[in-house]
């Protein structure tokens, strides 16, 4: 089973910036388009960024383009989300997984972005 470890999250004021990371326990990581998912309070987890195998293809909801950039390391079994100008609609819980969200859940990390 893979397993996934989130950190990175904290709290930070609106335009300020933060880097998520994610590992993994299993090689198996580095075979699958993967994602970055969110859950804001009150609010259905959402798939908001992805990355191809190979790094090279990404993709992000409208809310995040020409903010957030999307990584890869396979070498480390690490995916990464670099976030800037943080507005207060991307507070939430966030995690990552494969692109359809089929293995299990690892705890997430919380992002609040609040004045």
């Known amino acids: 089973q893979v397993q996934l470890v989130e950190s990175g999250g904290g709290s930070v004021q609106p335009g300020g910036s933060l880097r998520l990371s994610c590992t993994s326990s299993?090689?198996?990581?580095?075979?699958?388009?993967l994602g970055w998912f969110r859950q804001a309070p009150g609010k259905e987890r959402e798939l908001v960024a992805s990355?191809?195998?190979?790094?090279?293809?990404?993709s992000f909801t409208d809310s995040l383009k020409g903010r957030f950039a999307i990584s890869r390391d396979n070498g480390k079994k690490s995916m990464y989300l670099q976030m800037n100008n943080l507005k207060p609609d991307d507070t939430a819980r966030y995690y990552c997984?494969?692109?359809?969200?089929?293995?299990?859940w690892g705890q997430g990390t919380q992002v609040i972005v609040s004045a």
């Open positions: 299993n090689f198996v990581f580095n075979n699958y388009i």
């Open positions: 990355i191809n195998v190979g790094g090279e293809i990404t």
């Open positions: 997984n494969e692109r359809f969200g089929s293995w299990d």
